[in-house]
């Protein structure tokens, strides 16, 4: 298949993007209260069910329980976190919702870790036992416990992986394999809170409650990352019409497909792409458009980081893909914003290169990368900055003397009026906090500083 002309990424536009979403600063204090209450709630369960705590073997029997009780509902917790409703996402921002996952998921752990050797210490002084051969008796003999045995080591594993030192050494495929077996732990550790748990058991309430919790976090990965997925694809058919290389590493994907009018994508956001094709048809990577999208086609750009994204660069046109989305709360934020800075760093253009195209007012486009080979787009954002009247400034490391420097007193200096701007911000993870933390000394308020970021 070829590109249709009208497909061409260099013309420009000065379309608004509609139907802007809103994104409250309250929804993101309202989800923890929520959670926090839940939290509570669960303590509920504990405390109705306990009438006093006496000598050592109670406190530890007692404080496994409510570690267990806890380690249960933010098991809970962190599996609707990432289901990816698209609500929350729009409004708490898929950067910040991974964060509250992975956090959750470490106190997870952590509570899981605790409540098994509370557990086993509590009842090995309870009956007086070795802890060996306690551990032994509560793992052979109590209903449910091989299975949680499995659950508790898999735990253990996606605890070790998912931890940075580990996680850098990992690539971001065999990094979300892994961490599906999240699922499967939660899954195999499920039937021994309720067989064995003294708040569950001859509770019929409390079990219909920790039902229909569990239920609920598994009918929302299943409606949102499965059934909504695969409904999409059928709706729309997406398929690879062209791969066009941008600079050393880079590339343009293209794709063509039916009813792209209805995806409602809003510049900025970006899909998690499975690329049917061998050996790559299980992952599915989260890529920005790089260009508003059209009723004819989408544009993602990819620069090779990984094996994955190496890849994209030997798929041919015809390729079926599955497009899981839109998501991200990187968009336009105040519509009636007249002033905007946008500052993009390496292939953090991607993003920002669609908002440059589409945001009205006043607009400044500061891009940095290593060397002017890796300016990606930049004919495009050239073309777009005059036929609107924008300004774009490139700041490379090589050669040297053209590096514009990430500090308060630069950017104000470039921007003197950057106090009163809304600020996009999209870039490799050190980038992004120098400029923040130069943002932020300069004066601009942080809930003008929009950015979203997954390097966890």
């Known amino acids: 298949m070829a590109v249709h002309p009208a497909v061409d990424a260099t013309r420009t536009s000065t379309r608004r993007a509609a139907g802007q979403p809103l994104a409250p600063r309250l929804v993101p204090v309202a989800v923890h209260v929520l959670g926090w209450a839940g939290a509570a709630g669960v303590l509920g369960l504990w405390w109705a069910d306990t009438t006093s705590v006496v000598g050592p073997a109670g406190w530890l029997t007692d404080a496994g329980r409510i570690t267990g009780l806890l380690a249960g509902y933010a098991c809970a917790v962190i599996v609707v976190l990432m289901a990816r409703v698209p609500w929350l996402d729009r409004t708490v921002g898929t950067d910040r919702l991974s964060r509250w996952h992975a956090a959750g998921g470490r106190y997870a752990i952590s509570l899981i870790l605790a409540h098994t050797l509370l557990i086993i210490w ?77 708040d569950f058991v001859g509770n019929r309430s409390a079990q219909v409650l920790w039902y229909a919790m569990y239920l609920s976090a598994a009918a929302l990965v299943l409606w949102f990352r499965f059934l909504i997925p695969t409904r999409s694809a059928r709706r729309h058919r997406l398929a690879i019409a062209e791969v066009r290389p941008e600079g050393p590493g880079v590339v343009s994907v293209y794709l063509t497909g039916e009813h792209l009018d209805e995806l409602s994508v809003l510049p900025g956001q970006f899909f998690r792409w499975r690329f049917l094709a061998r050996g790559m048809w299980w992952t599915a990577s989260p890529y920005s458009l790089s260009a508003p999208a059209d009723p004819d086609f989408l544009r993602i750009t990819v620069k090779a980081l990984g094996g994955h994204s190496a890849a994209l660069s030997r798929l041919t046109p015809g390729t079926r893909v599955w497009a899981e989305g839109p998501y991200g709360a990187l968009v336009a934020r105040n519509a009636g914003a007249h002033r905007t800075l946008l500052l993009a760093g390496g292939i953090g253009i991607t993003p920002l290169r669609a908002l440059f195209e589409t945001l009205s007012g006043d607009l400044t486009l500061v891009y940095w990368a290593r060397t002017s080979a890796d300016l990606v787009l930049r004919r495009e954002l050239d073309a777009i900055a005059a036929a609107r009247g924008a300004r774009v400034y490139y700041s490379v490391d090589e050669p040297a003397g053209h590096a514009l420097p990430l500090t308060a007193s630069h950017l104000t200096a470039l921007v003197p009026d950057l106090g009163r701007r809304e600020v996009y911000l999209c870039g490799p993870p050190g980038m992004t906090r120098a400029a923040d933390t130069a943002l932020r000394a300069a004066g601009v308020a942080p809930r003008r500083i929009h950015q979203e970021s997954f390097a966890l």
């Open 122 to 198: 509590g009842y090995a002084l309870t009956g007086h036992a070795g802890v060996v051969d306690q551990t032994a008796t509560l793992v052979l003999r109590y209903p449910e416990m091989l299975k949680a045995t499995a659950a508790f080591l898999l735990f253990l594993l996606t605890g070790v992986v998912s931890a940075r030192a580990a996680r850098r050494r990992l690539s971001y495929e065999t990094w979300q394999f892994l961490h599906l077996a999240t699922y499967a732990a939660i899954f195999l550790g499920f039937g021994h809170q309720l067989a064995n748990g003294a």
